[in-house]
């Protein structure tokens, strides 16, 4: 190895790990931000607080209310003697079973071709809501399939109507592949690592050379018979192998915590870390060229997260993104490592998937350093 980078590279690991603190957010925070997020992002929905609105001798609604609060989902609010939707503009419950001002048994009960319900929902949140309405379906779907087994065939023909918007007349089984018992965290831990690693990788290296600048020492490194080249490997590849280092410990924390599964080979999953950390490396060095000191350094590098992190198919699919804004995507590291962690850790590894993603992940780190080359060359 070139003396100069060697020189680099020791001096960059002396600065990096001599403070005791800088050690334990480089190995320690890690682990602390996958156990957090891992267990604060999910996609379920749950802790819905349920409230109904029907006559006490109402059985049908009695019983879907008791099977849903039995679900675990919601939390048992009970009757609302108000207005139902004041009850949620002043956050007092999140949904309503109102029924009509008979009762649903007796409607059932009765030739009118079925009874019905009015499912209040509050829909602030979008997603929160939809959950709610699929869970109640199925709820109700349920109760009325158990009761038209139970009833009589007079019965049955008065529900007919009332079932046909829960049930088909297919009936099919589903089979949910690498992921069959739907757990949120073995969907979003491995989005997580690669939140963790671009973290760490993007904003250490941001500031590498705009310490220097801010230290006054970056113009006495381009004095000196040092070639860009040169500076821009001592700069980043003290980042590449801490970055390296945390792949191993946080894909041990996955394993072992959130019982995440590693169906995939081993060598699959470290090149395609390292072909990532060195995008991400490389765009914080990019950074770094045009802060004048670590503060516009770490800003900058706050600035390219938040987007890259949102528009990347960790949290939210790539497919629900505008059509006008989805190219972006294609110049995302994120959006790479993230298919590359879920294919190989839950899928097994498809080698046209590894091959296409890594790809590109390569191509965008060489076209970075090259432009921070040429940005080295020009300071």
């Known amino acids: 190895m070139n003396i100069t980078i060697k020189g680099f590279i020791l001096k960059e ?25 891992g267990l604060a992002l999910s996609t379920e929905v749950k802790n819905i607080r349920l409230s109904i609105v029907a006559k006490p001798n ?22 609302l003697n108000s207005d139902p939707v004041e009850a949620i503009l002043n956050n007092r419950t999140e949904a309503v ?5 008979s009762t649903l048994t007796r409607d059932l009960e009765k030739d009118k071709g079925g009874g019905q319900i009015q499912l209040l929902i509050n829909g602030v949140n979008i997603v929160r809501a939809q959950g709610i309405e699929r869970y109640l ?22 529900l007919s109507l009332l079932q046909s918007s829960f049930q088909s007349p297919l009936q099919f089984k ?59 490997a001592g700069k980043t ?24 599964p590693v169906h995939g080979p081993l060598t699959f999953l470290f090149i395609s870390s390292f072909a990532f950390i ?24 706050f600035i390219f997260l938040f987007p890259a992190i949102l528009l990347s198919g960790i949290m939210f699919p790539i497919e629900n993104i505008p059509n006008w804004i989805r190219p972006i995507t294609y110049l995302n590291p994120l959006s790479y ?3 590359l962690l879920r294919n190989i850790m839950l899928k097994g590894g498809n080698v046209d998937v590894f091959i296409i993603n890594t790809t590109m992940l390569f191509l965008i780190a060489t076209i970075i350093i090259f432009i921070g080359l040429k940005r080295c060359e020009q300071n």
């Open 137 to 158: 379906n199925a709820i109700i779907g349920s109760e009325l399939s158990e009761r038209s087994k139970r009833n009589s065939s007079r019965i049955e023909s008065n």
């Open 337 to 339: 490592f993230a298919t």
């Open 58 to 79: 109402d059985d049908v609604a009695l019983s879907i209310y008791r099977r849903a609060i039995a679900s675990t989902w919601f939390k048992e609010v009970g009757f």
């Open 13 to 37: 690991f002396k600065q990096t790990l001599r403070d005791p603190k800088m050690r334990v957010i480089l190995f320690g925070i890690p682990i602390i931000q996958l156990i957090l997020f």
């Open 174 to 232: 589903i089979r949910v592949l690498y992921n069959p018992s739907m757990e949120s965290a073995i969907f979003m831990v491995p989005g997580v690592m690669c939140m963790i690693l671009c973290v760490l990788t993007i904003l250490l290296t941001s500031m590498a050379i705009a310490k220097e600048k801010e230290q006054g020492t970056y113009e006495m490194l381009l004095s000196t018979p040092i070639s860009p080249l040169e500076i821009i």
């Open 278 to 301: 060195l995008a991400t490396v490389s765009i914080g060095l990019l950074i770094s060229t045009f802060a004048q000191n670590q503060q516009q350094a770490m800003m900058g590098g």
């Open 237 to 260: 590849i003290p980042y590449i192998l801490l970055g390296l280092i945390d792949v191993p410990i946080i894909i041990c924390a996955a394993v072992l915590i959130f019982a995440v």
């Open 97 to 101: 079973i109102i029924t009509p001002s």
